[in-house]
């Protein structure tokens, strides 16, 4: 685990020691560089597999290949026996050797063995070409830019915004997103000059072309065909992922929250290892519907785990900052807060956590997927009857600052009576869910911006979206929800902290296993995570079993009507959003009205406005408070012309 960074063109002076400074905190134990001519590859270090000979940048025998490579390859010690009989020998006992050599031998499309998270960038010396290649689910992340005739790489934006000409104009198509969704696209940053390697894909940096390719899409696989077949399928194949990902060299230890994924992995790790298990929770002091420290105690004392609590201050406005730290771009979950700070509590126990990222998504455990399949009794209803519903809704059923917010679900679930069932998921999943988010933007920013993108559409190279409402719902969150918000967090703030994610949940061969069960059987008989709480019932106390699912989240709604509400002003005061001048300070007063009187919770959309406000500032202003200054955004569609060389076959 480690970050890394390079180019492959000219650099100014120094150029390297800043990148890798920049990455310290992803690599604390180690750093290490290799130069040629026109061309330099970086790490920073945190050792966990072979910690004594496994420092990179690391070159093949025959000086051909180097590599640097961010991530862990679980199945390495079997593909390394297949390396072995096939007449390769190794120097060390690391992945990455095992890595750089099954990229000597089969070249990019060595990719595809891989079990596990990565992030590689490959120098061949004999082609003079850069091989760069990201995981399946976009677990560790690769951004690039281009800087006149020099191609960058790093691990984090941070890293690439070390060298002096990079362009800090924004991407206003990745705002779009943003404003949509809370996070930007997976090909995409808020910075026009910095793109994404998607997850998936992999990539071949030559002669000024940056060349893309797709190497896996989510599949199904084959479908068990009774619901005991598919508890028993559910239990081992879980069972394994956990198994590989206890692969270390260093001890690891496990979020656990009150529900029912982090549960299981922690039954499963005492299952498959006889080693102590350390478990961290973190919880509110005055929120306990947001608290779920009693049942993760639960967990903890049936498995006689080694339990650390973190109890958390809410009156903290500053972590905002932090988090922008780490992600370098707006990011609007508000529970990146928390991960943060349980992120810090346990790397200074471990190295290592798993975290049970993936379960939901996997295994039926929003409660929007049973809206999805409510929308199929919902839609044989005569329009008028619908749009008669959408009107009724917030008269009879008020909005609450709580974790359920029963108004909230049930009046996004009746909006646009007219729309389909894909197109309503799509708007619930947005944080302006009861208005164009456009209707934000001044009539200046509109004219220069032109029409906004369609809602729906496939933002890179993939798949089509599935036409069936279920399992649109679940292609959706594994395509975008799960790589750009919740792994993507899981990853800038874990190693903001020096600490390396697992997420069990998330390995392939499990997804596609997932993706060939029918949605019937993952919610039987219209529960939640029905098959999954069959298939861990031995691992995990009645109360977490029968609790409600409470989310990984902050109460912000609260917060912003007491300890964060100065901090709300103060980024979102109609002085400051005029002189921005891209949103409309009447419409922002409006939502901080509502929000604040209680009519409405507005906490989701108030809270992405001031993460970007916050943002900006320290981007474009070049301070972390203050009011903010205009900004010119470069014309729609213009974003192309300035990245030349950019091909997807």
């Known amino acids: 685990m480690c970050g890394i960074a390079g180019y492959v063109g000219s650099a100014p002076p120094g150029l390297m020691s800043r990148m890798l400074a920049a990455l310290k905190h992803r690599g604390p134990d180690d750093d290490g560089r290799w130069e040629d001519p026109g061309v330099a590859l970086g790490m920073t270090r945190l050792a966990i597999i072979d910690l004594v000979t496994g420092q990179q940048p690391m070159t093949s025998e025959d000086g051909r290949y180097t590599l640097v490579f961010n991530g862990e390859i679980y199945n390495y010690r079997a593909l390394r026996r297949d390396l072995e009989s096939a007449g390769h020998r190794f120097r060390t006992q690391s992945d990455t050797e095992v890595l750089l050599q099954t990229l000597a031998a089969l070249g990019l499309a060595g990719v595809e063995f891989l079990r596990g998270m990565f992030a590689f960038a490959c120098w061949d010396r004999a082609e003079g070409r850069l091989l760069l290649g990201r995981d399946r689910l976009g677990k560790k992340p690769l951004f690039t830019a281009r800087v006149g005739d020099t191609f960058l790489f790093a691990s984090e934006i941070k890293a690439l915004r070390c060298h002096p000409d990079l362009p800090t104009e924004p991407d206003r198509v990745a705002l779009d997103h943003y404003l949509a969704f809370g996070y930007t696209p997976g090909d995409r940053s808020l910075f026009r000059a910095v793109q994404k390697l998607p997850a998936a894909h992999v990539g071949v940096w030559q002669r000024g072309v940056l060349t893309l390719s797709r190497y896996w899409e989510p599949r199904p696989g084959p479908a068990p065909a009774t619901f005991a077949e598919a508890t028993a399928a559910t239990r081992e194949r879980l069972r394994e992922a956990v198994r590989l990902r206890l692969e270390s060299d260093v001890p690891v230890g496990v979020f656990l929250s009150g529900g029912i994924?982090?549960?299981?992995?922690?039954?499963?790790?005492?299952?498959?290892?006889?080693?102590?298990?350390?478990?961290?929770?973190?919880?509110?002091?005055?929120?306990?519907?947001?608290?779920?420290?009693?049942?993760?105690?639960?967990?903890?004392?049936?498995?006689?785990?080694?339990?650390?609590?973190?109890?958390?201050?809410?009156?903290?406005?500053?972590?905002?900052?932090?988090?922008?730290?780490?992600?370098?771009?707006?990011?609007?979950?508000?529970?990146?807060?928390?991960?943060?700070?349980?992120?810090?509590?346990?790397?200074?126990?471990?190295?290592?956590?798993?975290?049970?990222?993936?379960?939901?998504?996997?295994?039926?455990?929003?409660?929007?997927?049973?809206?999805?399949?409510?929308?199929?009794?919902?839609?044989?209803?005569?329009?008028?009857?619908?749009?008669?519903?959408?009107?009724?809704?917030?008269?009879?059923?008020?909005?609450?600052?709580?974790?359920?917010?029963?108004?909230?679900?049930?009046?996004?679930?009746?909006?646009?009576?007219?729309?389909?069932?894909?197109?309503?998921?799509?708007?619930?999943?947005?944080?302006?869910?009861?208005?164009?988010?456009?209707?934000?933007?001044?009539?200046?920013?509109?004219?220069?911006?032109?029409?906004?993108?369609?809602?729906?559409?496939?933002?890179?190279?993939?798949?089509?979206?599935?036409?069936?409402?279920?399992?649109?719902?679940?292609?959706?969150?594994?395509?975008?929800?799960?790589?750009?918000?919740?792994?993507?967090?899981?990853?800038?703030?874990?190693?903001?902290?020096?600490?390396?994610?697992?997420?069990?949940?998330?390995?392939?061969?499990?997804?596609?296993?997932?993706?060939?069960l029918r949605p019937h059987l993952k919610t039987r008989g219209f529960r939640l995570k029905a098959l999954l709480k069959a298939a861990v019932a031995d691992l995990l106390p009645s109360a977490v079993l029968r609790g409600r699912k409470r989310g990984f989240m902050l109460p912000i709604g609260r917060w912003l009507q007491t300890s964060w509400r100065d901090r709300m002003e103060d980024l979102l005061s109609p002085a400051g959003i005029r002189r921005r001048g891209w949103f409309r300070p009447e419409v922002v007063e409006a939502l901080k009205a509502e929000h604040l009187t209680g009519r409405r919770n507005r906490a989701d959309q108030l809270w992405a406005l001031m993460v970007l406000e916050a943002w900006c500032r320290r981007v474009f202003d070049g301070r972390p408070a203050g009011a903010g200054a205009g900004l010119v955004f470069p014309a729609r569609g213009s974003r192309d012309a300035a990245a030349p060389g950019r091909q997807r076959p």
């Not at 102590?276 to 509110?284: A, Y």
């Not at 126990?349 to 975290?355: F, G, P, Q, T, Y």
């Not at 899981?490 to 600490?499: K, N, V």
């Open 261 to 516: 994924d982090s549960g299981s992995i922690v039954g499963l790790v005492r299952e498959v290892s006889d080693q102590p298990v350390r478990t961290f929770t973190v919880g509110f002091e005055g929120a306990p519907d947001f608290d779920e420290r009693d049942l993760a105690r639960a967990v903890a004392t049936r498995h006689g785990t080694v339990h650390t609590e973190l109890a958390v201050d809410p009156d903290r406005p500053e972590l905002l900052e932090d988090v922008l730290d780490a992600f370098d771009e707006p990011f609007a979950d508000s529970s990146a807060v928390l991960t943060l700070l349980v992120a810090r509590a346990t790397a200074a126990h471990v190295k290592v956590a798993l975290a049970g990222i993936g379960g939901d998504e996997l295994f039926g455990g929003y409660p929007r997927y049973l809206g999805i399949r409510l929308a199929r009794a919902y839609d044989r209803l005569p329009v008028a009857a619908r749009r008669a519903l959408a009107r009724a809704v917030p008269v009879v059923i008020p909005e609450t600052m709580s974790s359920r917010n029963l108004g909230s679900w049930v009046r996004r679930f009746t909006a646009h009576p007219e729309s389909g069932p894909t197109f309503r998921y799509a708007r619930w999943m947005q944080f302006f869910p009861t208005q164009q988010p456009f209707d934000l933007f001044t009539d200046d920013w509109i004219r220069a911006a032109g029409p906004p993108p369609p809602l729906i559409q496939p933002d890179r190279p993939g798949p089509e979206p599935p036409t069936d409402p279920e399992v649109f719902a679940v292609w959706w969150d594994l395509m975008r929800y799960l790589p750009d918000d919740l792994l993507a967090m899981a990853d800038r703030l874990g190693m903001a902290a020096s600490l390396e994610v697992r997420a069990p949940f998330c390995d392939h061969e499990l997804v596609g296993f997932s993706l060939g």
